[in-house]
Every structure is written in structure tokens, then in C-alpha cells.
């Protein structure tokens, strides 16, 4: 499908396209083929619209007619799952989307995003192109927002002491989803400014203040995903530190209480001997003397203990 800014959005055919109109294109890879021809388009760009990419890409094919480029699209709520991928052909006069790999109809969703918000008055090639990449990180500042409130919480559960054993895992998805996103909106970055070089010249001078503009914001959105990563690690050590704390505090107990009853074991080792000559073995009330100096003595330490306020 393909859309004209006139006087009006008008939606026309391939062969129906008038050079000189501005226009915007939606095709997949299949549909390409049959028409790249028709728009100068090297075959080797054209194939390479058939494999989806897996890594973020901001090389650029820079021609002497037109730019391709590939971008693979995450979602700002969940990284861990690359949403959509596609290539942009752009020449003069033409933005044409080809859709890669679309899980969920996305690129289709940020077509008509585009369309509801662009108009024809004053529209140009670098603010439709500028619009399209806006669209993709529509609600991005919302979801960092989410992102930064579920850190803060965690943060209020490690002070609560209510961190359960899924914690760290927790804290790793989190730690890998904003290193995704900042290798996604590196990759934005790395295209609007190669854009704004317009080596082939296909931009006007005057609008190459658009792609400023909206490196700009990816670059805001890349340095607040860099906060949270710092936040995240903050929170890492935090909990180590009251997992430390709290391993400290067990061997505290554990080490009190051998103190207390280690006495009881040199009493124990000393009666155990058996010598000839010890009086308290045939006194009738050794035996409960002994339990009262055990209990005497492990009342002394703990009373000692808490006064010096080790429990």
C-alpha cells in the first residue's frame, strides 16, 4: 500500500505514483521484489529484506539514489522479546517500510500511528522520516517511568526484609532488559545521525534539524535507561549487603551460644575424669551442684551479654 501527500492523503497503487508527490509505502518482502525495479533499488538490498536480523544493526547503505537501513523494534515493557524488524528504503520523495518479521502486527499499528499524526501541510521526507522513528518510542518515557516505580519498590522490600529466593533472578531480567533497550535506542541514535549526514544528499538542508531533534530524545531515553541500570546495580549491592548482614547475624547467634555453653563442656570435661580423690563424686548432692553451677554459669554470661548488648 502506498499513501501520496497532496492536497490530501490519498492512497494510490505502485504503478500509480507520481515522482514528484511525497510519498509513503507500506510493503513486505515478497511484494518488494516485484516492484523494486520500479524504484531503482539494488537486488542485494532486496534480499537482505528476506532474513530477520537478531542483534541491533545501525549500519546504513548509503547509494547514490536512496538509503537502506534495517531496524529491529523491542518494546519498552518487555526487552527480553524483540517485537518486529524492519528495513526502510529512503530516496527522494519516498519512505518506503518493508515489514521483516512482525509478531503482533506492530509495524502495521505504527503505520496508522504515523498517518493519524502526520498531515499534509508543511509535511517534508525528513519529517516523515523522523515522525515514523518517533512513533517507535511512542510511551517509552511511561514504561522507564513503570520501570523506575518496580525499582523502588524492590528497594522498600530489601529495607521490609521481605526479598524472597526469586530476588536475584528478578533483579538479573531486569539488569539484562535495560541493557537491551540500550542497545536498541544506541541503534536509533547511530541512524538518526548517520541520516543527518545526508551523504547522498537526498534531504534538504533545512530539514535536517528534524533528526536532530529526535536524537535528542533518543538520546534521553538511552541516558535514563543508563539511570535505572545504575539504580538496578545500587539495589544488587544493597541486597548482597543484607544478605551479608544477615549471615553475620546468624554466626553472631552461633558464636554466642557456643560461648555459653562452652564453660558447661570444661565442667563436663573436669567431672568426666574420674579421679580417685574428687570429693563431689560421692557427695549426695553433687550431682545437683553441678547442674547449678552449669545453670549459674550460662545465667552470668547471658546476663553479661545482654548488658553489653550482644543479643
Known amino acids: 500500500m502506498f499513501y501520496q501527500f497532496d492536497d490530501d492523503i490519498i492512497s494510490v497503487c505502485a504503478d500509480e505514483l507520481n515522482d514528484n508527490i511525497l510519498t509513503l509505502g507500506y510493503v513486505n518482502a515478497s511484494q518488494l521484489a516485484e516492484i523494486y525495479k520500479q ?38 515493557s518487555n526487552a527480553n522479546e524483540q517485537k ?16 521483516v518479521y512482525d509478531k503482533s502486527c506492530s509495524n502495521r499499528d505504527v503505520l496508522l500511528n504515523l498517518l493519524s499524526k502526520v498531515s499534509c501541510e508543511n509535511i517534508t521526507l525528513e519529517k516523515l522520516v523522523c515522525a515514523f522513528f518517533e512513533c517507535l518510542i511512542s510511551g517509552d518515557n511511561k514504561e522507564l517511568e513503570n520501570a523506575e516505580l518496580e525499582i523502588n519498590n524492590l528497594e522498600e522490600t530489601v529495607l521490609k ?54 536524537t535528542d530524545k533518543a538520546v534521553r531515553l538511552k541516558e535514563n535507561v543508563d539511570m535505572l541500570r545504575d539504580s538496578v546495580v545500587h539495589l544488587w549491592d544493597a541486597y548482597q549487603a543484607y544478605l551479608n548482614m544477615h549471615l553475620n547475624q546468624t554466626m553472631k547467634i552461633f558464636t554466642l551460644v557456643t560461648t555459653i555453653f562452652f564453660p558447661m563442656t570444661v565442667i563436663v570435661g573436669w567431672y568426666g575424669m574420674n579421679f580417685d580423690f574428687m570429693p563431689e563424686l560421692h557427695w549426695k548432692y553433687g550431682y545437683i551442684y553441678v547442674i547449678v553451677l552449669c545453670a549459674a554459669v550460662v545465667l552470668c554470661l547471658y546476663m553479661l551479654f545482654k548488658k553489653k548488648k550482644w543479643f
Open 161 to 214: 526484609n521481605k526479598a524472597d529466593r526469586n530476588f536475584n533472578m528478578k533483579l538479573l531480567n531486569m539488569k539484562k532488559e535495560l541493557l537491551t533497550l540500550r542497545g536498541y535506542y544506541e541503534q536509533l541514535i547511530d541512524i538518526s545521525e548517520a541520516l543527518r549526514e545526508n551523504e547522498n544528499e537526498i534531504f534538504e538542508k533545512e530539514g535536517l534539524k528534524s533528526f536532530h531533534i529526535f
Open 39 to 76: 524504484f531503482d533499488f539494488f537486488l542485494q538490498s532486496v534480499e537482505n529484506c528476506r532474513e530477520r536480523s537478531s542483534f541491533f544493526s545501525s549500519d546504513i547503505e548509503v547509494y547514490d539514489k536512496y538509503c537502506f537501513l534495517k531496524v529491529n523494534v523491542i518494546g519498552a
Open 84 to 99: 518486529s524488524c524492519f528495513s526502510l528504503f529512503i530516496k527522494k520523495n519516498l519512505l518506503l517500510i518493508v515489514n
